[in-house]
């Protein structure tokens, strides 16, 4: 864990000293003949964004995209110059139906989300060119469901936005009495006419952020 990742220091930073991390790294850097996405110094990005305490909406994905220069550290985010991927195309179809004054960028980049308390959240926070999940298993699953606990724990009123099978076991980690669970298929193009489309998940989130006395997030992205 070499780059800086603020606050979250305090609740972080001695992971990197249990078994399960030492041992993920030691697979990663054996890994060196492979091409890893996002670059090393990309891995945290989510934390270098939306620090512990600004944190108040957490998307979670599974693992990051594995084609050429499309991960970026945030969850289902690509660089603007990169094209759209299914799912985030259909993210923003959801948008322009939530009554949120979102106009698709014409671009996949969702920093202005994670500057605002957004943490895109990967389960995993590595893979390898053409090999999704190749890093599943590796120890990445024990820090991030540690990240989902210690928000849990040590925050109120927080929304966790879970999108699938996969993300949707997480929610045994939070407590929904203090924070609000919203729950759909995965906007993937096989699953998204299964009710992702229709869900008012943005919309719903800046209701209860606005209810708890929080600033709603601005889902808009400029161009």
Known sequence: MTQSIGDWSNYLSQEKEKDYFV?????????????????????????????????????????????????????FSVPKDIAIP????????????????????????LVTWANQGVLLLNSVLTVEKQSPAAHANRGWEFFTDHVISVLNENKNNLVFILWGAYAQKKSELIDG???????????????????????????????????????????????
Not at 207 to 223: A, C, F, H, V
């Open 23 to 75: 041992s993920l790294y030691s697979f990663l850097n054996s890994r060196n003949n492979c091409e890893i996405y996002p670059p090393r110094g990309e891995w945290f990005k989510a934390f270098e964004y939306s620090s512990f305490n600004s944190t108040k909406v957490i998307i979670l994905g599974q693992d990051p995209y594995h084609g050429d220069g499309q991960a970026e550290g945030l969850s």
């Open 86 to 109: 299914p799912s985030l195309r259909n993210i923003h179809k959801e948008l322009e139906s939530n009554n949120v004054n979102f106009t698709s960028p014409g671009h996949g980049n």
């Open 177 to 223: 009495t203090k924070h609000l669970i919203l729950c759909a298929p995965h906007p993937s193009p096989f699953s998204a006419h299964k009710g992702f489309f229709g869900s008012q998940h943005f919309l719903k989130t800046n209701e209860y952020l606005e209810s708890t006395n929080q600033k709603p997030i601005d889902w808009r992205i400029p161009k």
